[in-house]
């Protein structure tokens, strides 16, 4: 996400809060009330956020995850196909080797 995004993305709820201010004293609540409930309801949309957020860091779904990865993967093709053929071979047999030693 840009700078911008993100300033836009928060004067955009700043406003939200106002229009939902406004809407809750046109509902015919009083100004104490209608303040309070708009705090609840912006905080819980926050805590929400940031719940949303921990997972998508926690599952590594994020995009910079998503982006080492395919780097890494990008970047090992290419070491290997850097090597030559006996490099290739001699790899192949430590891997399997490795792979046939019980634990």
């Not at 406004?22 to 609840?40: E, K, N, P, R």
């Not at 719940?51 to 926690?58: A, D, E, G, K, N």
């Amino acid at each position: 996400m840009r700078r911008i995004d993100v300033i836009l993305l928060g004067l955009a709820l700043w406003g939200a809060g106002g229009l939902l201010y406004i809407v809750l004293q046109f509902l015919g609540l009083d100004s104490l009330q209608a303040g309070l409930w708009t705090q609840v309801t912006l905080t819980v949309g926050l805590l929400l956020w940031v719940l949303t957020y921990s997972l998508r860091v926690v599952r590594k779904d994020m995009t910079y995850h998503q982006q080492r990865e395919q780097y890494d993967r990008a970047w090992l093709a290419r070491r290997l196909e850097q090597l030559s053929p006996a490099e290739r071979e001699r790899l192949q047999q430590t891997v399997e080797t490795l792979e046939a030693k019980p634990d």
